[in-house]
């Protein structure tokens, strides 16, 4: 029961999120859109070619995010094996391209350097997770390969609970910038710490499984 909770919890924050950021980005004006909005009120600031490499991180962004439930809940089986490497193909595809554009723009974050160094942090070890998980299943190490892979899905989902504590974060520091800042780590950090407890919390009940969701 707990399983299934957590399960529809996360189909339905990644594909609110990924339709929301669709939305904001892909049918409003550009100009009125999150983040360009808010650069677009710093004259000084060069709007290009940063939006273009904005929209190429939100892109692969929401692909991987929407790919990643599939992936980590599909019950696996020899007629779906195929589907899971091509899936998972893109999803690391998306990753690298996602993550490498957001170390660039990781140098003009909203909040300056603070903000900035989190979101160096978060697409580093991102892209770092992610290509781990692979080196695990060449080496046909399952159960590590799936653990990275969680790990990388809980950077992924740093999308979503970006999103779930900016307002919040903005209430409570009465300042968009300086609640941005703290968001830049709080998006990312206690993910990893609960996808660790769940990684050792699947472990220890499945010890002689070679995978941990699909046992």
């Known amino acids: ?12 924050f990644s594909f ?3 339709g929301y950021a669709v939305v904001q980005y892909g049918l409003l004006d550009a100009s009125k859109a999150g983040l360009v909005a808010f650069k677009l009120q710093k004259p000084d600031f060069q709007l290009t070619p940063w939006v273009y490499v904005l929209y190429i991180h939100i892109a692969t962004g929401i692909l991987a995010l929407l790919i990643g439930p599939f ?5 696996q089986t020899k007629k779906r094996s195929l589907l899971h490497k091509r899936l998972g193909y893109v999803y690391v595809i998306s990753i690298t391209i996602s993550g490498i554009v957001g ?5 003009f974050a ?3 350097a603070a903000a900035g160094l989190g979101f160096l942090a978060l697409d580093v070890l991102w892209v770092a997770t992610t290509w781990t998980a692979i080196r695990k299943i060449i080496g046909k190490n399952v159960q590590a390969h799936q653990a990275w892979m969680l790990r990388s899905y ?6 979503v609970t970006l999103r779930l504590w900016l307002a919040p974060m903005a209430i ?6 300086a609640g941005y800042r703290v968001v830049a780590w709080l998006c990312w950090v206690p993910n990893l710490f609960i996808i660790e407890a769940i990684i050792r919390n699947l472990a220890s009940r499945t010890p002689q ?3 941990l969701f699909n046992s």
Do not use: C, H
């Open 1 to 12: 029961m707990r399983n299934k909770f957590l399960r529809a919890l996360v189909f339905l």
């Open 16 to 18: 609110a999120i990924a």
């Open 71 to 75: 992936q980590i809940f599909m019950k």
């Open 103 to 107: 170390i660039y723009l990781s140098f």
């Open 110 to 112: 909203t909040g300056g």
């Open 154 to 159: 809980a950077l992924t989902f740093a999308g």
């Open 172 to 177: 409570l520091f009465g300042d968009f910038e």
């Open 209 to 211: 499984s070679p995978t």
